[in-house]
Every structure is written in structure tokens, then in C-alpha cells.
């Protein structure tokens, strides 16, 4: 791993997507959200995704640096938007802020976005509502390349949820998972590391198990599970579909066989989002729900670990951690997306941010 200066990444992501036509301000906002993936640790929606998944589509005018962006419905507590085959990340944000202003409102709200793109993690958009002493939903459909329990066809995508909960002097609880065993990307990390899949996280186009990346590429994703009942599969399966309900059939965009492959030529504007904020103080007293909050993690915290254990983890803690380190020491980025940062540099005349000596 090489360690970049974070102000760096960020001012060169920004720059490369706005010497693409794409507006400053959402530029901003995209680079904020990949530079958050990488401080957290999750590479594979980080830098990682700057050239094949938001330049190369720019470059192929298939993506819209200055889209239309338009609210089709809307109630006090409720809105939808038409992204206008955007890139996902600013209308993503717009969207949550909406939810978020009318939970301030009406204690509760809800917000759909149709005919969008990649958004990056869903945990970004749900920990908006931390600061305002809310609890954060977020979640999108995605490209096909999960098959579903029992299955081979490519019928849902990875379709992540992300939950964040305010806490006191606790770091806040972020739950944010793929509905599918890991992110696509994580395949393809494998391949830029030369290694073999676990088995049961994927299988080859024939639906037989495979450790293979490429092959697993070639193939399908398993729901998170794994494959077949006995270790969950169906439950996992269960949530990807109900993401894909959530955000194209109830937001009114394309979902299961409607939706792209990731194996296939990439449809854009094809994406469907769905956020939720909820106001803790409409149910309780806040000060008191987020002592609680700090109770209830504790208690597992400080629960017996399993033999050749050392301690219990709740979700969000060690991506907290992360980000703490990035701070520290620069946010590290695998040598492959740092050598890809190079040739972007080179491509569109840019400096490249420079590794840092860490001790």
C-alpha cells in the first residue's frame, strides 16, 4: 500500500472529473465521497472507481456532466427525483439532505432518486443524519451480477444498505453491506493482488463454485450467504431483492432483468436510489437515546470474545478507526490505483498526488 496526503487525492480527483466537464461544485462532492471510501478502508468504491467507472463514461458520452436534475413528485414527507443519467454522488447527496430536511420537519423523511448512476458507499449518505440527531438509511440497486438462491442468471446487484445511528461519546453504530457475499469490486481487487477467491464467494457461468476472479467476473456474485440455505444464502437474497423493490420498483426505475449487467455493455442512467432519515427525538428523549446507544454497544464491546480472540467489534468502529489513521499517516491506496492515478495525471495534464514517507 502507498500512503497519498488526503488534501492531495482529494484536489486531484476534483480536478480530474472537472476537466471533464463535470460541474466544480458536484466534482466537489464526488471526490469527497471516493476520498471517504478510501479513509474508511472500503478501496473497492474509492479511487479505485475515478477511471473505469466515472471517466471512461464520461469520456464515451454515455454519462451526463451536467445533468438535468428534476423533482417528479413530491409530498411534505416525500420526494422523488430524476437524476438525469447524472453522476450518482451529487443528486445522491441532494437527496439525502431532502430526507433529512423534511424528517426536521415532519420527523420523518423519505427520498427516491430514478435514472442514476454509481453513488460510491452508501454509508456517506447515511451519516449525514448523524449530525442532526437522526438515524440514516441509505441504499441503491446496481448493475446485475449477483444470482439469486438456487440460481445462475445475473438477476440482482450487489444492492448495499447502510444504517447509522447517533451515539454519545461512542463512535456512532454504521452498518453498511452488500446484500451479495462482497462488492464486485472486491473480485477485482483480488485480481490487482494475484489471489484466490474464498470459496462461496462466487460462482462461474456454468453456477458451479469458483475461487477464480476472473472467472468469478465471468460468472455471478452470491448473495450474501453464500450459496444454497443452509448458510443464510436466502436471506441474503431476500435483502438484495428488497433493496431492488425499495429503490427501481418503488422509485420507478428499471429493476431485476430490466437492470444492466456488470458483464455486459454498461446501460447508464439505469440506477435507482432510496434514503431514509428519522427524527430519535419524535420517538424519545435524544441525550437519553444516545446513552443508551452508548449502553448497548458497550455491552457487546466488552462481551466475551471467542477463543484466539482478542476483543468484539461493532460495525462502523474499525472504518472509524481507519479514517483516524488516514488522518495520520495519509490515506493508503493499493500501488495499482496509484500507478492508474499516474496515468490519469499524464492523460489529462494534472499533477499527480505524490506518495508520502511514512515511518
Known sequence: MIRVDSDLLHAFIRDALFSRGVAAADATVVADILLAADSRGVESHGSARLQPHYLSRIARGVLEVQPQIAVDRETPTTMRIDAGNGLGHPVAKRAMQHAIDKARAANIGIAAVHNSNHFGIAGYYAMMALEHDMIGIASTNASRCVAPTFGRDLMLGTNPLAFAIPAAQEEPYVFDFATSTVARG??????????????????????????????????????????????????????????????????????????????????????????????????????????DVDRELREFKSSTPAPGRDRIYVAGELEFANVRDAKRNGVALRESVFEELGSIASELGLAAPAALAVN
Open 186 to 291: 472486491k473480485l477485482e481487487i483480488a485480481i490487482r493482488k494475484g489471489v484466490p477467491l474464498p470459496l462461496g464467494w462466487a460462482i462461474d457461468p456454468a453456477g458451479a463454485p469458483t475461487t477464480d476472479p476472473p472467472t468469478g467476473l465471468a460468472g455471478a456474485l452470491l448473495p450474501l450467504g453464500g450459496s444454497g440455505i443452509e448458510g443464510g444464502g436466502h436471506k441474503g437474497f431476500g435483502l438484495g431483492l428488497l433493496v431492488d423493490i425499495l429503490c427501481g420498483v418503488l422509485g420507478g426505475g428499471p429493476f431485476g432483468a430490466n437492470l444492466p449487467t456488470s458483464t455486459g455493455s454498461q446501460e447508464e442512467g439505469a440506477v435507482s436510489h432510496w434514503f431514509m432519515a428519522i427524527n430519535v427525538g419524535a420517538m424519545r428523549d435524544v441525550d437519553a437515546f444516545k446513552r
